[in-house]
Each structure stands twice: as structure tokens, then as C-alpha cells.
């Protein structure tokens, strides 16, 4: 599903980009490909959300990660906020890296 999702609204963010910059609608070179490159990204990226949600879980029930009380808001926000911090600090670099290669 994330290959089918990205596949979609990537391309459509890329032909709307090149709208807003060129001031036309225009189908970009390679279009297609472009397209099979951004599913490929939604299904590495669907792929991290669960390692790194699987990761953070752990590292919280071996307390390794500080946690409010179980069950509560602050442990659910803090639990999402562990998930984003260790994506962006450790995935997002790489995964924005292969996205410029691929450019």
C-alpha cells in the first residue's frame, strides 16, 4: 500500500512543482521512473516507521528510554516523540541522501 500511496502523491507533488515553476502543466522527463522511485521511498520508509516504532517499544520496556506511566497521554506523546527523534536523527539522512541521488 505505501508503494501504491507514494507512487501517486509523489508524482503528483513533483507535476505540481514543475507547475508552480514553470507556470504550466508539463510532464516531466522520466515520469514514469520518477514514480517508481517514490514508491520504492514509501515502502522504505513504511519499512522504518515499524522498525524504529518496534525499536523505541523495546528500548522503553528494558528502560533504556525514560516513560510516564503506562497508558497515559505523556507516554503515547512521548513515545511518538522517541519514534520521530530517532528517524530523523538516524534514517532521514540516508533516506534523503538516496532521494537526491535518484533525482
Known amino acids: 500500500m505505501a508503494f501504491i500511496k507514494f507512487f501517486v502523491l509523489g508524482t503528483m507533488g513533483e507535476v505540481l512543482g514543475g507547475r508552480i515553476v514553470a507556470g504550466k502543466w508539463n510532464k516531466p522527463i522520466g515520469l ?9 521511498l ?7 516507521f515499524t522498525i524504529f516504532s518496534s ?18 497521554l ?5 513515545t511518538a516523540f522517541f519514534i520521530s527523534a530517532f528517524m530523523n536523527a ?6 534523503m541522501g538516496f532521494h537526491k541521488i535518484t533525482d
Open 55 to 72: 525499536g523505541v517499544t523495546t528500548l522503553i520496556s528494558k528502560g533504556l528510554l525514560p516513560m510516564f506511566a503506562e497508558g497515559t
Open 90 to 95: 538516524i534514517f532521514a539522512p540516508t533516506m
Open 42 to 48: 514509501g515502502i522504505i520508509i513504511a519499512l522504518a
Open 74 to 78: 505523556g507516554a503515547k506523546v512521548l
Open 32 to 40: 514514469f521512473w520518477r514514480a517508481v522511485v517514490w514508491g520504492v
